[in-house]
């Protein structure tokens, strides 16, 4: 599908003013995260105005700026890029080993920007607290999912909410020895920061699972847990979330070491729990 928007945008760039090349810029940098924007927030983001953005989809063919960003939601939907770049000569083999790289790539980058100090006070901070909470939308909903079951095996407190509605809901009843651990790659989802902002409000600790660095959702947090990412891609359905994975993967590691000893007899049971479900 070819895009449409972003390409009109790149050909009336340079007869735009320059605050209007500040929030075209953004938006051809960051497309997928632009639909998720009310008009306040790109202006803020972009560094340019309300008035200047209305005006730059005037120019673009558009009523106003809600015309211009359903539009915008229909075309970064879908993919404009193949997965690994073609050429038509690809064999399946080759498509197979560059999506190894890029992956072992990421994991190399996740490795870079985590550090071990946060990772440790995010240890301490689950092990204090009565109950935790993974929230989630999206594709990183089923990350989410996957942490707080991997900690109930350990015997923590844990449930996983991807549904905004119920995130707030469940979030305004929390105490201050409840955690929160959001999960967004970009960390500029906006229904997913408004959670975490509830729960901060009723005295929960945050933790963020993102790429986003300096991201709504990491300002948010009182501990950010970075992970890599790949180059900009046109659309978030390409975008891949193993950093996060191995991320969630390190804290349940790190769990089962430091309790040690004391979860032994709890796995154990859990082991004579499980086994009438399997042949």
């Known amino acids: 599908m070819e895009k449409v928007i972003l390409s009109r945008i790149q050909g009336v760039f340079e007869g735009l003013s320059e605050s209007e090349k500040l929030a075209a810029g953004y938006i051809i940098e960051r497309p997928d995260d632009v639909i998720h924007y009310s008009i306040t927030e790109l202006a803020r983001y972009s ?15 558009f009523e106003g ?24 000569k690809e064999t399946t083999r080759d498509v197979i080993n560059t999506i190894f790289s890029e992956n072992i790539g990421l994991i190399g980058r996740t490795r870079e920007v985590l550090e071990s100090e946060t990772v440790e006070k995010v240890i301490e901070m689950i092990l204090e607290a009565t109950f935790v909470l993974f929230f989630a939308v ?10 707080s079951l991997r900690f109930s095996l350990l015997g923590i407190p844990s449930a996983a909410y991807t549904d905004p509605h119920a995130q ?65 891609g046109p659309s978030y359905l390409v975008t891949n979330r193993i950093g996060e994975l191995v991320v969630v993967d390190i804290l349940y590691k790190l769990l089962m070491i430091k309790t040690g000893p004391e979860i032994k007899p709890h796995l154990e049971s859990l082991s004579e729990a499980l086994k009438p479900k399997r042949f």
């Open 138 to 147: 999206g594709r990183s909903s089923p990350i989410a999912i996957d942490g």
């Open 47 to 61: 560094g340019s105005s309300e008035a200047t953005i209305y005006r730059m989809c005037k120019k673009l063919g």
């Open 168 to 232: 707030v809901m469940v979030a305004s009843g929390l105490k201050e020895t409840d955690l929160v651990i959001g999960v967004s790659h970009s960390g500029m989802i906006r229904d997913l920061v408004k959670s975490m902002e509830v729960a901060r409000d009723s005295g929960a600790k945050i933790v963020a699972i993102t790429s986003g660095i300096d991201s709504p959702m990491a300002k948010s947090a009182d501990a950010v847990l970075y992970c890599g990412t790949t180059t900009k």
């Open 65 to 88: 700026y809600q015309q211009f960003k359903i539009a915008l939601a229909r075309e970064v939907s879908f993919p404009a890029e193949a997965v690994v770049p073609a050429t038509g």
